[in-house]
């Protein structure tokens, strides 16, 4: 049986542009099995993977400020703490274990100490999801046991090899992060962002990853930490879906012809 991989990117308010993406997956008859997440994605995956439909998270998106799960700080390790947006994400995902989910979910932070992927596989989705969107620099790392961690998209911009691991045969990736920002910088918060997309493209770049299907939203004319335009990113998302339907359906019966035998 075909079982379908989708690996959700980093890439900030950007990554909002993936609720786009799923709604016309959803209209469309495609439903992942599988959902890795890296930062941004790493939250849109959890809920989803929670039953949030992509209607009632892009109601979410528009209408939660960020007063309501950004704190800031004074500068030490991270301008955010990052407490209330584990709150948040404790309530909407309604404290539940990545575990106790239907539909498996991966999620993917680095270990600021070693360098490594850390993929989260059980244990508390707030816990999983404010580890891999610590943005270094502006948020505080989140402490785990010995691990200090930070942005999953450090290491692992689009999850795709999660996905395959997991048991997708076939995996759609979805980078918002791969056109160039045309943004100008205003802010330091601007600054530290900037940086880590460039290294994250770069360390993307010389990677050999593959997905089956991988959907780029234009999203770089909008910032990536100012959560504006919230509407006009999912739309983008929505079209950039919509542009690759064909090839997804195509790789699709593709794998079916392959793999599975008629009766």
Known sequence: MLSIGLALGAGGARGFAHIGVLEVLEENGVYPAYLAGSS????????????????????????????????LSMPGTGFVTGEKLRQVVALLTKNQMIEQLARPLSIVATDLLSGERVIFKDGPI????????????????YKLGDKLLVDGGVVDRVPIEVAKAMGANLTIGVDVASSASTV?????????????DIMEQEIFRHRVIHADVMISPQVGQFSSTSFTNIDRIIEEGRLAARKMIPEIKQKINEWRMNNERTT
């Open 126 to 141: 707030y816990q999983a999801v404010r580890a891999s969107v610590s943005i270094p620099g502006i948020f505080v790392p």
């Open 40 to 71: 941004m994605g790493s939250l849109i995956a959890a809920l989803y993977a929670c039953d949030y439909t992509p209607r009632m998270m892009e109601k979410l998106a528009v209408h939660l400020k960020r007063k309501h799960w950004l704190d």
């Open 184 to 196: 100008p910088i205003r802010s330091f918060f601007d600054v530290i962002s900037q940086t880590v």
